[in-house]
């Protein structure tokens, strides 16, 4: 796909979850600020917590008490990430009507991160889908994000075809959307094109997301060679806050203004404000009480006349 002028690009705000998953743990306070400054920059879709075990991710423990005040903010779309199928029933019964279900592309972080191998957790995408899919009072969509898909920080880089066998049995068991994960920030532009395009023919209409790190220096680059090959939804963090527990040196999210400030000047359309996606970094900055390596949180957008 070659870039055109008013793409729109969905930009998923994950800092409550991603951005805050590694941070010690706030209070519940300070989180609903947080989402207050979020719902203000006109984001459509939100990553709100994650049903995980508490003593692994203690941050998470609030799940379902944050997934209470979620019905004030009718107008986004919340989601939470699911590790089992018990987190699965959690989220839905706390009110989630999107749930996140990660397979890690590689059987070391896999066994870090859930206690399973890529196999096993790949069987239970049929479980997660019965149990979205079933919801009695309302419809639940799954999606599956796809971790390490170009490279694990125990076993180096991951062979494509690992990412799209996932890919397929997600096709296959009837997940909504798909997502793949540069879970440590280790990918760069070419690499993106490459596994895009092999994927691509794989998830047929499949709508198709990618979480992308900027570890390393090159989320940025990374994420604008994704939407130009076709992806259109792109996971952000306000400030840049954040990165995964489980894998060794994997912090640097894109901040989620440096993404606006990108896709916006380069012709493409998106729901979030650039100034008020700045405003809420310095929230999300006295949240966790340190600096954040946000660009735009230091440097401001440019001058205009």
Request: net charge negative; charged share 20%.
């Amino acid at each position: 796909m070659t870039q055109t002028a008013n793409t729109h690009v969905v930009i998923r705000e994950v800092g409550l979850r991603d951005g805050l998953q590694i941070e010690k743990p706030i209070p519940l306070s300070a989180k609903l600020e947080l989402l207050a400054a979020l719902a203000a920059t006109g984001v459509r879709e939100v990553e709100a917590t994650a049903f995980v075990s508490p003593t692994k991710v203690p941050s998470m423990a609030d799940a379902a008490e944050l997934a209470a005040h979620l019905h004030n903010y009718p107008a986004i779309e919340f989601s939470a990430l699911v590790a089992s199928p018990n987190g699965a029933k959690r989220a839905v019964a706390a009110g989630l009507r999107s749930i996140e279900y990660v397979v890690a592309a590689d059987d070391a972080f896999s066994t870090a991160n859930v206690g399973r191998t890529t196999a096993e957790a790949t069987a239970q995408i049929d479980e997660i889908v019965d149990i979205a899919h079933g919801s009695p009072d309302f419809p639940v969509t799954v999606e599956v994000i796809v971790a390490t898909a170009w490279d694990s920080p125990f076993e180096g880089p991951t062979p494509p075809q690992r990412v799209l066998e996932i890919a397929a049995t997600a096709r296959d068991r009837g997940v909504d959307r798909l997502s793949i994960a540069d879970t440590i920030g280790t990918t760069t532009p070419g690499r993106v094109n490459s596994l895009i395009a092999q994927l691509l023919p794989v998830i047929g209409d499949l709508p198709l997301g990618a979480h992308l790190h900027n570890t390393r220096g090159a989320g940025l680059a990374s994420a604008y060679a994704a939407v130009t090959a076709g992806v259109t939804r792109l996971d952000a963090s306000v400030g840049g806050l954040g990165g995964c527990p489980f894998a060794p040196g994997a912090t640097g999210n894109i901040a989620t203004e440096d993404l606006v400030y990108l896709l916006t000047d380069s012709g493409f359309t998106v729901d979030v404000d650039l100034r008020a996606a700045i405003a809420a970094a310095e929230v999300a900055k006295l949240a966790v009480g340190h600096d954040l390596p946000g660009a735009l949180l230091h440097a401001g957008d440019r001058i205009r006349d």
